[in-house]
Structures are given as C-alpha cells and as structure tokens.
C-alpha cells in the first residue's frame, strides 16, 4: 500500500508541533499498512484464459527452461547412436523417450515424433518433435531416417473428455494454458506398412466431440494392417521460436516441416463445442 508523502510545512512558528506530531503520524502510518497488509491474501497468478500476455509468455518461458534443460545434449539427433541414448531411461527424470509412433516418418508441420512411456507432465513432456534433415526430399518413408534432426517442439498428451480440456492451474511453466490450445487427435490407425494416420472417427455423433471415443480402432475398422492403434486424445503443442518463449499451436510457426499430412479439421480438430 503506497502512503502519501507528507508536505513539509515551512511554518517557523509551528515547526516544533509538526516535528512533534511526524512521528507518532508515521508510525501509526506504517502500522496501518503492515495491518492492511496482513489482512489481505496473497496475490494468486492468473491462470488459463485470465493469463495476460506477458503472464503467459513467461509462464511458458519457464516450460521451455525446463524442457531445453531436460532435452540437453538431445538437440540434435545426428545419427542412430544419438538416438538409442535418448531412448534409454532418464535417471534423473524418469523419462524414456523411445517409442517412435510414426516410425521415421516425418508429419506435416510437427515433424519426427517421438513418445515418452516415462514419467510424463509439466517439464516431462508427452511427445518430442524433430525436425527431419532439409535436404532430404522426402521425410516420409517409414523405414528410412533422415539425420540430423534438430529439435522443433513438443506436446502433452491426456485422455479426451469431452467439455474439459487439460489445466495446469498450479504449475508454473504451464498455468496458462488455456483451452483453446488444446485439440483433438482423432481416434486412428497407424497401418504397420506406412505408419501414417488413418482416421477411424466414432459414428452417429450428434456434435464432433461429442464422444469421448477412447477404444482402439481394430484391423477390421481401418481394413489395414495395425501398426499401432489409439483412442482420441488431448493434445497440445508447444514449439521452438529461437525466442525465450515458446509458440503454442497445432503446428510449427513460419515455413511448415514438411511430412505427411495429419489432415487438420479431421486428423487434428477442435470440438465443435468450446471445452472450459
């Protein structure tokens, strides 16, 4: 509480009675203040839609502190080695980041992807983007890596429920996200002869979103070979800027990476019905 400061008066006549009055006025003053003080509680950080700018930009400049400090020395893949020590368990953090859900395939404006079967949440993301190597002209053969990737982003992951998207109201670096940065990865097959994403959506929806579809689609329903199969789920994304501060969004910013295309609107989709 900001107190006003006292104008002296330069009256010769009274000078002894205000020296006489300033100290009990300031003391009780600041007793007043230290009271008001105690009695109010603690200022709470915004968090989700109330975050302002700057709140949310260095909320998720701490994630990325965080990230960056756990991905050290995994900035860059340059061949198969780098990988196979990225894909034993962290000590440290318990993660273990080995399971390529998309095998060397690169996706459209996401890039490699590469899952945590570890510990996961705040500062251990779900899911780590690379970048597939420039030269390369075609990032989408299963089976074939394109080295050197170079870390683009990551993501967290969580069960779908319709109307109630993931918060993390008291964790520092990811307090501000809000609903609108997350989506939906439809229900799908990853066919063990591409590994690219075929959709297998739920039917008779009465709004898209509406079912929280957690099974995993079969053989039968994509008429394909499983390679890997999931329900849908919550995903957010959070990208490398060559900032101190992220950009979350679906996909990469500025020139997308180039992939095979996740189909947004289908493959990725919001809900047609705002979740809080």
Not at 8 to 22: E, F, P, T, Y
Not at 119 to 137: D, E, H, M, S
Not at 158 to 180: E, V, W
Not at 234 to 247: E, I, K, M, N, V
Request: aromatic share 12%; glycine share 8%; charged share 20%.
């Amino acid at each position: 509480m900001a107190l006003h400061k006292l104008r002296r008066r330069h009256v010769i006549a009274a000078a002894a009675s205000v020296v006489a009055l300033a100290v009990p006025a300031g003391a009780a003053a600041a007793n007043a203040a230290n009271a008001d003080s105690a009695a109010r509680p603690p200022r709470t950080p915004h968090t989700g839609a109330a975050c302002t700018t700057w709140e949310r930009l260095s909320s998720f400049a701490v994630e990325q502190r965080r990230v960056l400090k756990l991905f050290k020395g995994f900035e860059v893949l340059r061949n198969q080695a780098d990988m196979d020590r990225l894909a034993k368990v962290n000590p440290q953090y318990g993660t273990h980041y080995a399971l390529l859900s998309h095998m060397y395939n690169s996706m459209k404006g996401v890039g490699l992807t590469i899952v945590n079967d570890g510990a996961q949440g705040p500062g251990k993301p779900t899911l780590v983007f690379y970048k597939p190597n420039p030269r390369v002209k075609d990032p989408t053969k299963a089976f074939e890596p394109n080295f050197p990737y170079r870390l683009a982003g990551w993501g967290y992951v969580s069960p779908y429920t319709p109307g109630k998207a993931p918060a993390f109201p008291d964790d520092p670096g990811l307090r501000c996200l809000k609903p609108k940065d997350s989506f939906i990865h439809e229900r799908s097959v990853h066919p063990s002869d591409t590994w690219f994403n075929t959709r297998v959506p739920p039917k008779n929806e009465a709004w898209k979103g509406e079912d929280p579809a957690a099974s995993w689609p079969t053989a039968e329903e994509c008429n394909c070979q499983v390679g890997m199969a999931h329900g849908r789920f919550w995903d957010s994304h959070l990208f490398l800027t060559g900032t101190p501060f992220p950009w979350v969004s679906m996909f990469n910013p500025g020139k997308p990476i180039p992939g095979f295309d996740a189909v947004p609107g289908q493959g990725f989709f919001f809900p047609e019905r705002p979740a809080s």
